[in-house]
């Protein structure tokens, strides 16, 4: 055994469902608590909610509630203070605050009056997909070298019989501006009756309310078929619409739908919702129901999750109309050219909803973001956002609390246990009377890890003298607050009980506190709030074969009147999580955010190339990238003295004639035979969070260094290199100068770095069509583009001005032996065969392809992402499935990929380098 420690807005009435409702800012404010915003002249500011860590406050507004909106989220139909109009939203105008989005009137142009009276409208493209909306003429003509662009529509609403019609259309856009908007005056009965229809943005799925239950159509030639309940979509699965399988097309489908503690719903019968939005492409469902607003999604298991945040900041809430804008790390990502939004784009997937709820004859509306990550993840044994379980027949049960790790570990609670009393840590929590708790029911996910575990929460003491367990997962871990402290326990078959107490708590606050033991290591760590408090060392060793079972969270006892203990964000991990996991727990990031220079800094001390966003470089504080630094940094770069033999430099397998790479399938080792992947470039490395293949260096200066001491690239040891440098005056003069001492290692790795960020590319043919030159792409290039952010699905990892997400991704496309970030990343599932993305930026020069040069060619690229995935590879990336790419279309999509080449794409470099003494 180890032992260690809203503002309101009134309606306006009009023939308009909405009428004119205001469109709150979402800006977190400094508060605290119980206590109003920052605003001092805003006497009814809502309190926060937990600990202001979340999008959980609203201030300001805005005159207008969008309806629908284009699959870019770039054009709404919205009632604008009482007023159908079609208005473009311009993102670049959205401004980021601390923790969260200011919606400014910059944001929405004036927009044009919508031609004809709507009622609810659904919005979905009509035209074929990958070219939507496309250069036009004023007119919405196609023109390859128009300054507009056009957006074919399809308009489904319900009229006031109650009947779905269709309307065709366009929209005419140019430079954040509505020109004009038509569509048929007269719609198209679709023979099918329902109420608040909705899309995906191929027009292909149809879900919509009768009833107060959702039902579906799917889209058969001019029209749609017939109506089915929502339940019975996974039946439809291998149906095959334009050359793919539904369930491929609309992931949705891919199975049976669940409640909340993972009971299939019986195909055809009813799932009680209202107001569903569908997302782009199919993934997931919004809806309301009674309590609020929840989701049913391929991320969630296929099952109904409630949400938790301020979007469900309490069940009392009326019901609400929410409008999914896209899922981040999908084509249908909103603004993904503006740069840094959505402020939690680093928590893939996310769903960015705009919602309208509301109460006392007013509406309240606001921004979310829902994330995904629970279930993304897939080691979580459970995850507790501390919000009731949903069921199909629209009730939540308020005796048992969802999990939304996909594996349906709904937690009971005890009598004297109940949500919502008071805010939590993030949206709803869970209260605890003295002795009472909650329990997991033993499962095949609840037995004990082989070698590691994690346990958080967010804790709140509500009694002076609460005492008692917190936690207990039998034969593995158990958290408890006795003698004035919280004590842990962690149980291994080969330890000695060592004791450790950690501080008291502090009641009334929410403190987040986690635990996190290695069986590898020994070692066990804790937590409070993010920050690492204690690292003991035990002996080695995993956990008894056959322990685990039913987990019990609570029981603790104390003396307050009501609640003693509030409970948020519960989880439980068969894995060992350290600080950037455990960091991301306590502050709802996925990484942990180490100091990094200003977006100013880097816009007065780097010249960027057109097409580089400075919000995209990463530079650390203490960083130097000015001229002497890279001077010093290009001569070690191009210095074969720093390898073993003399005759290998960074340059030798990063070569500036190729792009900075080799052209070889897999790099070449000191003695001549191969290394197991290929050679990267090193163009705009400035914007990359992580490096190598398998992301294992965090930082430039890390990486630079890596590839001199390996034993089978250029060889040399630590001593080695300190000796050679300091031999050469030159070397510690300019050391000297710029980092005012002698050599070392790290200054090494610092000069190496400074040299690397200055190495950047942009301003192809593509850069300069973005930028408003509509001649610099030819017409394959232009549908090649429309192509890359849409049917293609290419910009769901290559995305950002680098065109690469900086995540690791596991294809699915070969049969190899390479286990990528497998190892680097503690062993985890998730990240087996799993590979960083690279940038697609001058690729025409830099094949062969993938990280063990798989690919000769940019047209065998293309083609292996058109098949998917082998059937039987495992942990695939879900973004990765067959496209149905015709011939003509992977043409035009390898033209663009061209058209992504810089002028400096290969380059010449004549470094002097210096005498050695």
Same mark, same amino acid.
């Given at each position: 055994?180890?032992?260690?420690?809203?503002?309101?807005?009134?309606?306006?009435?009009?023939?308009?469902?909405?009428?004119?409702?205001?469109?709150?800012?979402?800006?977190?404010? +400094?508060?605290?608590?119980?206590?109003?915003?920052?605003?001092?002249?805003?006497?009814?500011?809502?309190?926060?909610?937990?600990?202001?860590?979340?999008?959980?406050?609203?201030?300001?507004?805005?005159?207008?509630?969008?309806?629908?909106?284009?699959?870019?989220?770039?054009?709404?139909?919205?009632?604008?203070?009482?007023?159908?109009?079609?208005?473009?939203?311009?993102?670049?105008?959205?401004?980021?605050?601390?923790?969260?989005?200011?919606?400014?009137?910059?944001?929405?142009?004036?927009?044009? /009056?919508?031609?004809?009276?709507?009622?609810?409208?659904?919005?979905?493209?009509?035209?074929?997909?990958?070219?939507?909306?496309?250069?036009?003429?004023?007119?919405?003509?196609?023109?390859?070298?128009?300054?507009?662009?056009?957006?074919?529509?399809?308009?489904?609403?319900?009229?006031?019989?109650?009947?779905?019609?269709?309307? #065709?259309?366009?929209?005419?856009?140019?430079?954040?501006?509505?020109?004009?908007?038509?569509?048929?005056?007269?719609?198209?009965?679709?023979?099918?009756?329902?109420?608040?229809?909705?899309?995906?943005?191929?027009?292909?799925?149809?879900?919509?309310?009768?009833?107060?239950?959702?039902?579906?159509?799917?889209?058969?030639? @001019?029209?749609?078929?017939?109506?089915?309940?929502? #339940?019975?979509?996974?039946?439809?699965?291998?149906?095959?619409?334009?050359?793919?399988?539904?369930?491929?097309?609309?992931?949705?489908?891919?199975?049976?739908?669940?409640?909340?503690?993972?009971?299939?719903?019986?195909? +055809?019968?009813?799932?009680?919702?209202?107001?569903?939005?569908?997302?782009?492409?199919?993934?997931?469902?919004?809806?309301?129901?009674?309590?609020?607003?929840?989701?049913?999604?391929?991320?969630?298991?296929?099952?109904?999750?409630?949400?938790?945040?301020?979007?469900?900041?309490?069940?009392?809430?009326?019901?609400?109309?929410?409008?999914?804008?896209?899922?981040?790390?999908?084509?249908?990502?909103?603004?993904?050219?503006?740069?840094?939004?959505?402020?939690?784009?680093?928590?893939?997937?996310?769903?960015?909803?705009? +919602? $309208?709820?509301?109460?006392?004859?007013? *509406?309240?509306?606001?921004?979310?973001?829902?994330?995904?990550?629970?279930?993304?993840?897939?080691?979580?044994?459970?995850?507790?956002?501390?919000?009731?379980?949903?069921?199909?027949?629209?009730?939540?049960?308020?005796?048992?609390?969802?999990?939304?790790?996909?594996?349906?570990?709904?937690?009971?609670?005890?009598?004297?246990?109940?949500?919502?009393?008071?805010?939590?840590?993030?949206?709803?929590?869970?209260?605890?009377?003295?002795?009472?708790?909650?329990?997991?029911?033993?499962?095949?996910?609840?037995?004990?890890?082989?070698?590691?575990?994690?346990?958080?929460? $967010?804790?709140?003491?509500?009694?002076?003298?609460?005492?008692?367990?917190?936690?207990?997962?039998?034969?593995?871990?158990?958290?408890?607050? @006795?003698?004035?402290?919280?004590?842990?326990?962690?149980?291994?078959?080969?330890?000695?009980?060592?004791?450790?107490?950690?501080?008291?708590?502090?009641?009334?606050?929410?403190?987040? *506190?986690?635990? #996190?033991?290695?069986?590898?290591?020994?070692?066990?760590?804790?937590?409070?709030?993010? @920050?690492?408090?204690?690292?003991?060392?035990?002996?080695?060793?995993?956990?008894?074969?056959?322990?685990?079972?039913?987990?019990?969270?609570?029981?603790?006892?104390?003396? !307050?009147?009501?609640?003693?203990?509030?409970?948020?964000?519960?989880?439980?991990?068969?894995?060992?999580?350290?600080?950037?996991?455990?960091?991301?727990?306590?502050?709802?990031?996925?990484?942990?955010?180490?100091?990094?220079?200003?977006?100013?800094?880097?816009?007065? @001390?780097?010249?960027?190339?057109?097409?580089?966003? !400075?919000?995209?470089?990463?530079?650390?504080?203490?960083?130097?990238?000015?001229?002497?630094?890279?001077?010093?940094?290009?001569?070690?770069?191009?210095?074969?003295?720093?390898?073993?033999?003399?005759?290998?430099?960074?340059?030798?397998?990063?070569?500036?004639?190729?792009? $900075?790479?080799?052209?070889?399938?897999?790099?070449? !080792?000191?003695?001549?035979?191969?290394?197991?992947?290929?050679?990267?470039?090193?163009?705009?490395?400035?914007?990359?969070?992580?490096?190598?293949?398998?992301?294992?260096?965090?930082?430039?200066?890390?990486?630079?260094?890596?590839?001199?001491?390996?034993?089978?690239?250029?060889?040399?040891?630590?001593?080695?290199?300190?000796?050679?440098?300091?031999?050469?005056?030159?070397?510690?003069?300019?050391?000297?100068?710029?980092?005012?001492?002698?050599?070392?290692?790290?200054?090494?790795?610092?000069?190496?770095?400074?040299?690397?960020?200055?190495?950047?590319?942009?301003?192809? /043919?593509?850069?300069?069509?973005?930028?408003?030159?509509?001649? !610099?792409?030819?017409?394959?290039?232009?549908?090649?583009?429309?192509?890359?952010?849409?049917?293609?699905?290419?910009? #769901?990892?290559?995305?950002?001005?680098?065109?690469?997400?900086?995540?690791?991704?596991?294809?699915?496309?070969?049969?190899?032996?390479?286990?990528?970030? $497998?190892?680097?990343?503690?062993?985890?599932?998730?990240?087996?065969?799993?590979?960083?993305?690279?940038?697609?930026?001058?690729?025409?020069?830099?094949?062969?392809? *993938?990280?063990?040069?798989?690919?000769?060619?940019?047209?065998?690229?293309?083609?292996?992402?058109?098949?998917?995935?082998?059937?039987?590879?495992?942990?695939?990336?879900?973004?990765?499935?067959?496209?149905?790419?015709?011939?003509?279309?992977?043409?035009?999509?390898?033209?663009?990929?061209?058209?992504?080449?810089?002028?400096?794409?290969?380059?010449?470099?004549?470094?002097?380098?210096?005498?050695?003494?």
């Amino acid at each position: 055994m180890v032992r260690a420690n809203s503002p309101k807005s009134p309606i306006s009435k009009s023939k308009t469902p909405l009428g004119a409702v205001v469109l709150g800012l979402v800006a977190l404010t +400094g508060c605290s608590d119980d206590s109003a915003g920052d605003d001092p002249g805003q006497d009814d500011a809502p309190v926060c909610i937990g600990k202001c860590d979340g999008f959980d406050s609203i201030t300001g507004a805005l005159p207008l509630a969008p309806h629908a909106a284009t699959w870019d989220g770039r054009v709404l139909l919205a009632d604008v203070q009482g007023e159908c109009r079609v208005v473009a939203v311009r993102p670049e105008a959205i401004e980021i605050r601390e923790g969260g989005l200011s919606f400014g009137p910059e944001v929405f142009s004036d927009g044009v /009056p919508c031609p004809t009276g709507l009622g609810r409208p659904a919005l979905a493209m009509a035209a074929p997909e990958g070219h939507n909306p496309f250069p036009s003429d004023a007119e919405g003509a196609l023109d390859y070298r128009g300054a507009h662009l056009t957006y074919d529509l399809m308009l489904v609403e319900s009229n006031e019989a109650g009947q779905l019609v269709r309307r #065709s259309g366009s929209i005419v856009t140019t430079g954040g501006e509505v020109v004009s908007a038509r569509w048929d005056e007269e719609p198209t009965n679709l023979q099918l009756e329902g109420n608040d229809p909705t899309l995906t943005a191929d027009g292909g799925l149809l879900i919509f309310e009768r009833d107060e239950t959702l039902w579906f159509a799917l889209a058969d030639g @001019e029209g749609f078929g017939e109506a089915t309940p929502l #339940s019975s979509l996974h039946l439809h699965a291998g149906d095959v619409v334009r050359g793919l399988a539904l369930s491929t097309r609309y992931p949705l489908a891919g199975d049976a739908l669940r409640a909340a503690d993972g009971t299939r719903i019986e195909a +055809g019968s009813p799932i009680v919702g209202r107001r569903p939005s569908l997302g782009q492409d199919g993934t997931s469902v919004f809806f309301e129901a009674d309590g609020g607003t929840r989701v049913l999604s391929e991320r969630s298991g296929f099952g109904i999750r409630q949400l938790d945040g301020h979007i469900n900041a309490s069940t009392d809430d009326a019901p609400a109309f929410h409008l999914s804008l896209g899922r981040s790390g999908s084509p249908y990502a909103p603004y993904p050219r503006a740069h840094r939004l959505p402020v939690r784009e680093h928590r893939l997937p996310t769903v960015s909803l705009l +919602g $309208f709820t509301e109460r006392d004859g007013a *509406f309240e509306s606001s921004y979310d973001e829902i994330d995904f990550v629970a279930f993304s993840d897939e080691d979580y044994v459970a995850y507790l956002p501390m919000t009731e379980a949903a069921a199909a027949d629209g009730t939540l049960d308020d005796r048992r609390a969802g999990d939304i790790s996909g594996r349906f570990n709904t937690a009971v609670l005890d009598e004297g246990a109940s949500f919502g009393a008071l805010p939590g840590a993030h949206g709803q929590a869970a209260f605890l009377s003295s002795g009472a708790g909650m329990t997991i029911a033993a499962s095949d996910s609840t037995v004990a890890p082989l070698r590691g575990f994690n346990v958080s929460m $967010f804790v709140r003491p509500m009694a002076d003298d609460l005492g008692g367990p917190l936690f207990d997962w039998p034969g593995v871990a158990s958290i408890d607050i @006795e003698d004035g402290g919280v004590v842990v326990r962690a149980v291994t078959s080969e330890s000695e009980p060592v004791s450790s107490v950690h501080p008291t708590l502090p009641r009334d606050a929410w403190t987040h *506190f986690a635990v #996190s033991y290695d069986g590898n290591s020994g070692r066990l760590r804790v937590f409070v709030d993010g @920050e690492r408090i204690s690292d003991d060392q035990f002996t080695r060793g995993g956990f008894a074969e056959g322990d685990g079972g039913a987990i019990t969270i609570g029981r603790a006892t104390g003396s !307050a009147d009501g609640p003693v203990l509030g409970l948020d964000e519960v989880t439980v991990s068969g894995v060992v999580r350290f600080d950037e996991a455990v960091y991301a727990e306590a502050h709802q990031e996925e990484f942990f955010r180490r100091p990094i220079a200003s977006v100013e800094r880097i816009e007065q @001390e780097v010249d960027l190339p057109l097409g580089l966003a !400075a919000e995209q470089y990463v530079m650390p504080n203490f960083a130097n990238v000015g001229e002497p630094a890279v001077e010093l940094g290009m001569m070690l770069f191009f210095d074969p003295r720093l390898s073993a033999n003399g005759e290998i430099s960074c340059a030798t397998c990063h070569d500036p004639a190729l792009a $900075f790479t080799d052209g070889r399938a897999v790099g070449a !080792a000191i003695d001549g035979s191969n290394l197991n992947r290929g050679t990267p470039t090193i163009f705009n490395r400035a914007l990359s969070t992580m490096q190598f293949w398998d992301g294992r260096a965090p930082s430039l200066e890390q990486q630079s260094v890596m590839p001199i001491f390996n034993a089978v690239e250029m060889g040399l040891t630590r001593q080695e290199l300190i000796e050679y440098l300091v031999s050469v005056p030159e070397y510690v003069d300019r050391f000297n100068d710029v980092f005012g001492r002698d050599p070392s290692v790290s200054t090494t790795g610092f000069a190496l770095a400074a040299f690397q960020r200055s190495q950047l590319t942009g301003d192809s /043919p593509v850069d300069r069509y973005e930028a408003g030159d509509l001649g !610099a792409l030819t017409e394959a290039e232009q549908r090649g583009r429309a192509l890359f952010n849409g049917k293609a699905r290419c910009v #769901s990892c290559h995305s950002g001005s680098n065109y690469s997400d900086e995540k690791l991704h596991a294809l699915g496309i070969f049969d190899h032996n390479d286990f990528g970030a $497998f190892f680097n990343n503690r062993g985890r599932d998730r990240f087996f065969q799993a590979f960083k993305t690279p940038t697609l930026r001058n690729i025409d020069v830099t094949g062969p392809y *993938f990280h063990n040069g798989e690919a000769q060619t940019l047209e065998e690229v293309v083609a292996l992402y058109n098949a998917g995935a082998l059937t039987d590879a495992q942990n695939v990336d879900p973004e990765l499935r067959p496209l149905g790419l015709s011939a003509d279309e992977q043409a035009d999509l390898v033209a663009f990929l061209r058209a992504l080449t810089s002028p400096n794409a290969t380059q010449e470099f004549d470094v002097d380098l210096p005498e050695v003494e």
